[in-house]
């Protein structure tokens, strides 16, 4: 039986540079949007200094304890921040640090950034980050002394399970959500005709995604609803093949969304999650290629009966997917070479699946996991030489094994909440056991995409200035959303450009059910530099201009079709101006000033620190000078490269 010692490892290097991602992309965003003259200062939400460990219950952060230390909220998060990207870039370097300690730090400074994140940091990700790192706290090995690594331990199949029954979660529920939302798009499976251009921050090559012909784009989402709802059923099949089958499924998926759309780190985040689904085997395929292939072994006719029956089955699996996806979905060849697809299944055959399935998951992710406890026991008891090391290692295999079985549990209740009787039916105790834990994020309810935006064009907020109420309005162009229609959709991703994301969100509502929104107008009418610092393009670079408004305008990607009226040989948008968005707007309105001390946007600073400047604060305000707030990707980039250069260089040299 194939080993997973590298597979783990893969995966622990994988989440820390997904850390070092989350880390470093809000690092350099942090004076912008939650410094004290941010859009969303952090001291408006921070509750009094603690004393102890004990008062933070109520909001649990380590920020509460920022004045301690002579630092302000915003240097206590730019503590937090380059702590968190220190710890992850060590972690990618060394395979010793890649360890409990590590992951705890990591996750703690991550889940006290969330705390006070506020709508900028309420995203599906921060979220699925946050659980995934919690995961990785249990996984990881225990490293008492430094350069020294552990050796695998029997419970690592155990702790890993847990994150191919996460990956589990998330792909089925982001697929039937789709589903049960009830939305026209999804059910036509027209979906993908409008989501390249409505997405959030597209990429470049969504334009060319968005020309492709609708039979093609229903098809996609009938692979889509393949990928999502039924592979995820083979991550726990006993067949080696079908998983990896369902790795590649699922990896081309990801590789699919993250070229088409800017989505941060969340599709890097996903393939790290994929990685628990090989074994060491798969990483060994290339040297054995090298090598040269070895002669084959002479099977008896018991292991040629086995190889037969196996493969047998893998064979009836892929062809049962096959044969009720045709079915579901109608799929038929026409004579013009094209694809036609229709959904041939009912909102209440849907619903009557799903009260199947749910439990039917539920069961069989026990089941998977009380075996995966079994065989951590046994090979404790029948592999592990000496005796107290034969303790401590059926020890680890039960403890952890419990830990395991407990987090399923908790698990159980954001995870039926996509099926109303399922969820009713869990038991109390379950119940209880989540409720304890709710506020800690160690596990949640998944489900992206679940409504079809911008049908009848992509909203987009336009913000204008002007000195003259007449004449005289500029726009602000912002670094990656649309704004100018000559411009090139960018490539942002793994970096997060919280504002650009919010401003899409925006766009879809109003502004005044927005606070930070008009915290936004305000910091850019009196020209607050660390706001500005998020803008690409002020148009009054010397003084900020006396009256602010915003259009809402529908935006479309440009047609390669000539006799189009959106087509253009130089523009990738096209767009059209639909009605205000916001009224005028100026610095000394005192209903906009008020509102702004209301939300205490304006207050002044709740508490100040104890103690005077310190040596660390100036290691905090040195570092902030010296970084700034620069582009996020080329920061995010940067960092990454390094770190793999010198893992590279302390591979080969040490």
């Given at each position: 039986?194939?080993?997973?010692?590298?597979?783990?490892?893969?995966?622990?290097?994988?989440?820390?540079?997904?850390?070092?991602?989350?880390?470093?992309?809000?690092?350099?965003?942090?004076?912008?949007?939650?410094?004290?003259?941010?859009?969303?200062?952090?001291?408006?939400?921070?509750?009094?200094?603690?004393?102890?460990?004990?008062?933070?219950?109520?909001?649990?952060?380590?920020?509460?304890?920022?004045?301690?230390?002579?630092?302000?909220?915003?240097?206590?998060?730019?503590?937090?921040?380059?702590?968190?990207?220190?710890?992850?870039?060590?972690?990618?370097?060394?395979?010793?640090?890649?360890?409990?300690?590590?992951?705890?730090?990591?996750?703690?400074?991550?889940?006290?950034?969330?705390?006070?994140?506020?709508?900028?940091?309420?995203?599906?990700?921060?979220?699925?980050?946050?659980?995934?790192?919690?995961?990785?706290?249990?996984?990881?090995?225990?490293?008492?002394v430094f350069l020294k690594t552990s050796s695998y331990q029997h419970h690592d199949g155990i702790t890993l399970w847990l994150v191919k029954w996460l990956l589990f979660r998330l792909m089925f529920a982001s697929g039937v959500v789709k589903l049960t939302s009830g939305c026209p798009t999804w059910w036509g499976l027209t979906a993908l005709n409008y989501h390249y251009e409505t997405q959030c921050i597209p990429t470049s090559l969504a334009w060319y995604f968005h020309q492709l012909p609708d039979w093609f784009q229903k098809f996609s989402i009938v692979i889509s609803y393949v990928i999502e709802i039924a592979i995820p059923w083979l991550f726990f099949v006993p067949f080696r093949s079908l998983r990896i089958f369902a790795f590649y499924m699922q990896m081309?998926?990801?590789?699919?969304?993250?070229?088409?759309?800017?989505?941060?780190?969340?599709?890097?985040?996903?393939?790290?999650?994929?990685?628990?689904?090989?074994?060491?085997?798969?990483?060994?395929?290339?040297?054995?290629?090298?090598?040269?292939?070895?002669?084959?072994?002479?099977?008896?006719?018991?292991?040629?009966?086995?190889?037969?029956?196996?493969?047998?089955?893998?064979?009836?699996?892929?062809?049962?997917?096959?044969?009720?996806?045709?079915?579901?979905?109608?799929?038929?060849?026409?004579?013009?070479?094209?694809?036609?697809?229709?959904?041939?299944f009912t909102m209440s055959q849907l619903q009557q699946f799903l009260r199947r399935s749910l439990p039917t998951s539920i069961w069989l992710g026990l089941a998977c996991l009380i075996v995966e406890i079994l065989k951590g026991i046994i090979r404790s008891t029948m592999l592990v030489p000496g005796v107290f090391w034969k303790i401590w290692s059926l020890a680890g295999c039960i403890v952890f094994g419990a830990a395991a079985l407990g987090m399923f549990a908790i698990s159980l209740v954001p995870h039926t909440v996509i099926e109303r009787q399922s969820h009713n039916n869990l038991p109390p105790a379950v119940w209880a056991m989540h409720k304890s834990i709710e506020g800690f994020s160690i596990t949640s309810s998944y489900g992206l995409f679940r409504r079809m935006t911008g049908v009848g064009g992509r909203p987009e907020v336009i913000i204008e200035g002007s000195n003259s109420l007449d004449y005289g309005w500029k726009e602000y162009e912002f670094y990656y959303k649309p704004g100018n229609v000559s411009v090139r959709p960018p490539w942002v991703a793994p970096h997060q450009p919280r504002l650009d994301w919010?401003?899409?969100?925006?766009?879809?509502?109003?502004?005044?059910?927005?606070?930070?929104?008009?915290?936004?107008?305000?910091?850019?009418?009196?020209?607050?530099?660390?706001?500005?610092?998020?803008?690409?393009?002020n148009p009054f670079p010397h003084q900020p201009p006396r009256y602010i408004r915003a259009w809402l305008y529908h935006y479309h990607f440009t047609s390669l079709d000539e006799s189009s009226s959106r087509y253009s040989d130089t523009n990738w948008w096209w767009r059209k101006r639909e009605r205000e968005y916001m009224p005028i707007m100026y610095k000394d309105d005192k209903n906009l000033i008020n509102y702004m001390k209301q939300m205490k946007f304006l207050q002044d600073k709740s508490w100040k620190p104890k103690k005077s400047p310190n040596f660390l604060k100036q290691i905090i305000d040195y570092v902030r000078n010296m970084i700034g707030q620069m582009e996020g990707f080329t920061f995010l980039m940067s960092l990454f490269m390094a770190a793999v250069v010198i893992q590279i260089v302390n591979h080969f040299l040490f």
């Open positions: 039986m194939a080993g997973i010692r590298f597979t783990k490892d893969v995966f622990l290097w994988g989440m820390s540079a997904i850390y070092l991602f989350a880390f470093a992309s809000l690092y350099v965003q942090i004076p912008g949007l939650y410094g004290d003259d941010g859009i969303l200062p952090v001291r408006a939400v921070l509750h009094s200094e603690a004393e102890s460990l004990e008062e933070i219950n109520d909001q649990p952060t380590l920020l509460r304890f920022a004045g301690k230390f002579g630092l302000t909220t915003q240097g206590g998060m730019d503590l937090l921040a380059l702590g968190g990207i220190i710890t992850a870039f060590v972690a990618m370097v060394f395979k010793s640090r890649r360890d409990m300690f590590a992951f705890s730090v990591m996750w703690i400074f991550y889940f006290s950034l969330y705390q006070v994140g506020q709508t900028f940091m309420w995203f599906q990700w921060d979220i699925l980050l946050l659980e995934a790192g919690f995961l990785c706290i249990i996984i990881a090995p225990v490293n008492l081309l998926f990801q590789v699919l969304i993250f070229i088409t759309g800017n989505y941060n780190f969340f599709n890097l985040l996903t393939m790290v999650l994929c990685i628990p689904l090989l074994d060491d085997n798969f990483w060994l395929c290339w040297s054995k290629s090298k090598q040269g292939k070895a002669q084959p072994k002479q099977l008896s006719l018991k292991d040629r009966m086995l190889w037969v029956s196996q493969r047998f089955c893998e064979l009836a699996v892929v062809v049962a997917i096959l044969y009720w996806t045709v079915k579901l979905f109608t799929l038929s060849f026409t004579p013009q070479y094209t694809i036609e697809s229709k959904v041939a919010q401003l899409w969100f925006a766009a879809l509502g109003s502004y005044d059910h927005n606070p930070w929104y008009l915290s936004l107008i305000y910091r850019l009418l009196v020209g607050q530099a660390e706001v500005l610092e998020l803008v690409s393009q």
